[in-house]
Each structure stands twice: as structure tokens, then as C-alpha cells.
């Protein structure tokens, strides 16, 4: 099984910046589209970003112009530039492919507060 490590939340203030990365143990991390989710306390897992194969990307509108989604596949790594962050992007953010088939990770924390 595929396992998902994810890293790089923290507390910011309304504004900042944080980069998120999500690293898969195996190289079939390349063969697939990867998705960026989120869960908000209270709230259902919501799907923020996705990248194909071939680099194509695609944002949930609240993040379009904010948030940009790169991968590495040399490294099985995806990262998620996040700008401009506000109150309601706080959640837990998470990874996993297309078809959600790769071992979930702990998620990331990310906290926007002042």
C-alpha cells in the first residue's frame, strides 16, 4: 500500500502564506491524478485541488487565485502553495489520488487566526 505523508500547516494570520507538501512512498505516486482535500471542523472532507498527470490543475473557486498545486514525480511529492489565506480556509488538509486508493496520512494542520 501506497502511504501519504503530509506536512508544512501551522498558524498563520489572516494574509500569510503556508506551502503544504504531500509525499506518497512509491513511485506509482506518477501514474495519477493527485487531489488536495480539506476537513473542517464540523464539516464534511471537501476536494480544494487537483493536478493531473500532464499538469493540468483545477481549483474549488474559493481558492482560485490563491492557491496553486505543483507535483515532483521525481520526488512523489505534490505541494500546495497557499497565498492570501484567510479565517475560512482553517482545516485539516490531506492528499490521496483520484481514486483515493493511497493510504490516507494524518493530514496537515493549518490554523488562520490573528
Known amino acids: 500500500q501506497v502511504q501519504l505523508v503530509e506536512s508544512g500547516g501551522g498558524l498563520v494570520q489572516p494574509g500569510g502564506s503556508l506551502r503544504l507538501s504531500c509525499t506518497a512512498s512509491?513511485?506509482?505516486?506518477?501514474?495519477?491524478?493527485m487531489n488536495w482535500y480539506r476537513q473542517a471542523p464540523g464539516k464534511q472532507r471537501e476536494l480544494v485541488a487537483s493536478?493531473?498527470?500532464?499538469?493540468?490543475?483545477t481549483y474549488i473557486d474559493s481558492v482560485k487565485g490563491r492557491f496553486t498545486v505543483t507535483r515532483d514525480n521525481t520526488k512523489n511529492t505534490m505541494t500546495l502553495q497557499m497565498n492570501s489565506l484567510k479565517p475560512e480556509d482553517t482545516a485539516v488538509y490531506s492528499c490521496?489520488?483520484?481514486?483515493?486508493?493511497?493510504?490516507w496520512g494524518l493530514g496537515t494542520q493549518v490554523t488562520v487566526s490573528s
Open positions: 512509491d513511485h506509482s505516486f506518477a501514474i495519477y491524478t
Open positions: 490521496n489520488n483520484l481514486w483515493n486508493t493511497f493510504t
Open positions: 493536478i493531473s498527470t500532464d499538469d493540468k490543475t
